[in-house]
T-cell receptor
Framework: ETGVTQSPTHLIKTRGQQVTLRCSSQ?????VSWYQQALGQGPQFIFQ???????GRGNFPPRFSGLQFPNYSSELNVNALELDDSALYLC?????????????FGSGTQLSVL | AQSVTQPDIHITVSEGASLELRCNYS??????LFWYVQSPGQGLQLLLK??????LVQGIKGFEAEFKRSQSSFNLRKPSVHWSDAAEYFC????????????FGKGTSLLVTP
């Protein structure tokens, strides 16, 4: 069990709405990465935040945005929700922003868009 | 294009039997290789990782994996499976020329029978 917590655990929204997902990173970690996991698929990288700055971004449109706060917690915001945004959203924290750093994943937020 | 392939969507093994989960990758750069496990309703947990050095890597829970550059493979093995190993297993690859993102395969679902 990791120290990464995500809220809420489940969320139902309708198409066109906006949603904010939250992630508290493990103590001592300054890097947060967000992944989208559609049903039956592997996680897909959305973006990473390192010391409050976006540090890399996957192939997701601008309506996916994020923030990292001074305590290194993070938010993922999705505007203009589409049906295909329905997925498990995973947050992972790490001690530093490097490929060889171990990622600690939260249990995720299950988002359903109707 | 960079890709990760897990050829087996589902695998069923008897408790006590050996296990091998396949992973093939296609990357131009020297890859960083990972295996993660995901239990229902949980986030991902790192089993093991390979960056360099000895091509046989030991992980947690009795798992090991072998990096074979000539075959572009990183297969996960366990000599004797326990019922608690039933879960979804993901192979992931990162590369220095791809930033800090991990590219995950679609996963292999492991069922353990008595």
């Amino acid at each position: 069990e990791t120290g990464v917590t995500q809220s809420p655990t489940h969320l139902i929204k309708t198409r066109g709405q906006q949603v904010t997902l939250r992630c508290s990173s493990q103590s001592g970690h300054n890097t947060v990465s967000w992944y989208q996991q559609a049903l039956g698929q592997g996680p897909q990288f959305i973006f990473q935040y390192y010391r409050e700055e976006e540090n890399g971004r996957g192939n997701f449109p601008p309506r996916f945005s994020g923030l990292q706060f001074p305590n290194y917690s993070s938010e993922l915001n999705v505007n203009a929700l589409e049906l295909d945004d329905s997925a498990l959203y995973l947050c992972a924290s790490s001690f530093d922003a490097a490929l060889n750093e171990k990622l600690f994943f939260g249990s995720g937020t299950q988002l359903s868009v109707l | 294009a960079q890709s990760v392939t897990q050829p087996d969507i589902h695998i069923t093994v008897s408790e006590g039997a050996s296990l091998e989960l396949r992973c093939n990758y296609s990357y131009g750069a020297t890859p960083y290789l990972f295996w993660y496990v995901q239990s229902p309703g949980q986030g991902l947990q790192l089993l093991l990782k390979y960056f360099s050095g000895d091509t046989l890597v030991q992980g947690i829970k009795g798992f090991e994996a072998e990096f074979k550059r000539s075959q572009s493979s990183f297969n996960l093995r366990k000599p004797s499976v326990h019922w608690s190993d039933a879960a979804e297993y993901f192979c992931a690859v990162g590369a220095l020329n791809s930033g800090y993102a991990l590219n995950f395969g679609k996963g292999t679902s492991l069922l353990v029978t008595p």
